[in-house]
């Protein structure tokens, strides 16, 4: 069994009002040294039975086509942990 980390990020082209919300919140806390804020999403999946990095990979990216980002605005980045971390 092994564990993958997806980050979903909107494309540094799409407004983020989320974002810029947070960093006007922030600022009013006292916070003003902070600039910009991307807000996003974080998965974290348990894989069984995927020995194979590459295949592993390759079924993390269809997951993300397909369910997990909206690739029109969102970019994506896939990490899978070595067995046993």
């Not at 092994?2 to 919140?25: I, N, Y």
């Not at 995927?50 to 980045?77: F, G, H, S, W």
Request: hydrophobic share 45%.
């Amino acid at each position: 069994m092994s564990r993958a980390h997806v980050w979903v990020m909107p494309k540094r082209t799409v407004l983020d009002p989320q974002g810029e919300a947070v960093r006007r919140a922030l600022a009013t806390l006292g916070f003003a040294g902070v600039t910009s804020v991307r807000q996003g999403k974080f998965f974290e999946l348990e894989l069984a039975g995927t020995a194979d990095p590459a295949t592993a990979q390759a079924e993390l990216e269809r997951m993300c086509e397909k369910l997990l980002a909206n690739t029109v605005i969102e970019d994506y980045r896939v990490e899978i942990a070595p067995a046993g971390a």
